[in-house]
């Protein structure tokens, strides 16, 4: 167990380092939904989110939408335990979604390579959706080699190790409230 009002915390043999607390988060997340919420007004979007990572994110961004959202989730398979992508990816769950004609945005909590959302923007294609767009908390210009970056980015960030928030080190982490990375001690 840790305490997480302190700065520093350990997970598992990793230290991290307090990066971005939970008001910072939500106050960022409201900007987010407003946006959204004005490009698509009138247009009931279907939200894809997806798992595990980005259920906070979610959970926090559909309570902000006016926008009488569907929501739909996914599960890509990636990273594993470890802490760098590892570039294969496979639909694990949400095959079944119907996205032909709707207006999609694709919910992420990281975007890193790009390589995950950029194959599943791919599977979405072939289903001809009307419009679909990326929402992600956080983005890692500097890892970034997919082809279109997230359309609306909480957070652009240096490549670290962040846990926290829904994201995780070898499943453990996601219930933190704020944001961590990997601290350099
Ligand atoms: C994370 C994140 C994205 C992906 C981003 O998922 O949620 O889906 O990695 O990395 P990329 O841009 O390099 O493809 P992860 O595989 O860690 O699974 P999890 O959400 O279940 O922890």
Redesign the pocket.
């Known amino acids: 167990m840790y305490i997480e009002s302190t700065q520093l915390i350990s997970i598992r043999d990793k230290q991290f380092e307090m990066f971005i607390p939970e008001e910072q988060i939500l106050a960022r997340v409201d900007e987010i939904a407003t946006e959204i919420n004005l490009a698509y007004a009138e247009l009931r979007p279907l939200l894809i989110v997806?798992?595990?990572?980005?259920f906070l994110f979610a959970a926090d961004l559909v309570r902000r939408l006016t926008v009488q959202p569907e929501v739909q989730f996914i599960r890509?398979?990636?990273?594993g335990d470890q802490m760098i992508?590892s570039e294969t990816a496979q639909i694990l769950l949400g095959m079944e979604i119907e996205v032909e004609d709707r207006d999609v945005i694709i919910v992420?909590?990281?975007?890193?390579?790009?390589?995950?959302?950029d194959f599943f923007r791919e599977h979405l294609s072939q289903q001809s959706p009307k419009s679909v767009r990326l929402a992600s908390l956080l983005f890692k210009p500097d890892n970034y080699r997919g082809t279109q970056a997230p359309d609306f980015i909480g957070f652009s960030i240096a490549p670290d190790f962040v846990v926290g928030y829904g994201?995780?080190y070898a499943q453990q982490g996601r219930e933190l409230r704020g944001i961590y990375r990997l601290s350099a001690n």
């Open positions: 997806v798992l595990n990572g980005a890509i398979s990636t990273y992508s992420e909590d990281i975007v890193d390579t790009g390589y995950t959302t994201m995780d």
